[in-house]
């Protein structure tokens, strides 16, 4: 089975460049999760969707980030205007309450972003 | 305060001994669930094991094992015949129900293990 899928995996731009990054969950999944990993901060969650519908985007950075879930099998997180504060990997992961190990979170393998 | 504690930032540990990475969390909810995540230096997330509160056993997964003590809040993860391919950074998470009855995983600072030749 495939796994959660991101692109692109690297990333480099310029500060002030919009930046998208997108993810597909695992099929069947119907929770998604946005997190951001930096050294100083460690893994921070930024945006949660349950069924397609945003439920916590309280680690939202500021106005800059955004993130939809048009439908179950993608999702995309925006930063416009990016800064070089940005920088950092960003990690999607899904997941489906399913008996004992619920709401286990798998993990995309991440896209690195770098600001220049 | 914090609600997941990871008291070892770094370790050292020789080929082939047993490790154990140390995990104390702290929740008033009676049903929960612990994690532990392995990320390699190449990056990536990788889900080892999980514990639920009401699990009577610990859980087993291979190599991998979780001390679970519930009085004590503790949930250390133990590798048996430790590899070299175990370095890597060790995450332990809880999950927790929040007040719109959905949940969220709360994670430690992680241990970076080394295992020596």
């Known amino acids: 089975d495939a796994g959660v899928i991101q692109s692109p995996r690297h990333e480099v731009t310029e500060m002030g460049q919009e930046v998208t990054l997108r993810c597909k969950p695992i099929?069947?999944?119907?929770?998604l999760f946005w997190y951001r990993q930096t050294m100083m901060r460690g893994l921070e969650l930024l945006i949660y969707?349950?069924?397609?519908?945003?439920?916590?985007d309280s680690g939202m950075p500021e106005d800059r980030f955004s993130a939809k879930m048009p439908n179950a099998s993608f999702s995309t997180l925006k930063i416009q205007p990016s800064e070089p504060r940005d920088s950092a990997v960003y990690f999607c992961?899904?997941?489906?309450?399913?008996?004992?190990?619920?709401?286990?979170?798998?993990f995309g393998p991440g896209t690195r972003l770098t600001v220049l | 305060a914090q609600k997941i504690t990871q008291t070892q930032p770094g370790m050292f540990v020789q080929e082939k001994e047993a490790v154990t990475l140390d995990c104390t969390y702290d929740?008033?909810?009676?049903?929960?669930?612990l994690f532990w995540y392995k990320q390699p230096s190449s990056g990536e997330m990788i889900f080892l094991i999980y514990?639920?509160?009401?699990d009577q056993q610990n859980a087993t997964e291979g190599r991998y094992s979780l001390n679970f003590q519930k009085a004590r809040k503790s949930a250390n993860l133990v590798i048996s015949a430790s590899q070299l391919g175990d370095s890597a950074m060790y995450f332990c998470?809880?999950?927790?129900?929040?007040?719109?009855?959905?949940?969220?995983?709360?994670w430690g600072a992680g241990t970076k293990l080394i295992i020596k030749p």
């Open positions: 992961a899904s997941s489906f309450p399913s008996g004992r190990a619920e709401d286990t979170q798998y």
């Open positions: 099929s069947g999944h119907n929770s």
């Open positions: 969707f349950n069924n397609n519908v945003p439920i916590d």
């Open positions: 929740t008033s909810d009676p049903s929960y669930g």
């Open positions: 514990q639920g509160s009401y």
């Open positions: 998470a809880m999950r927790e129900a929040r007040e719109d009855s959905n949940y969220q995983l709360i």
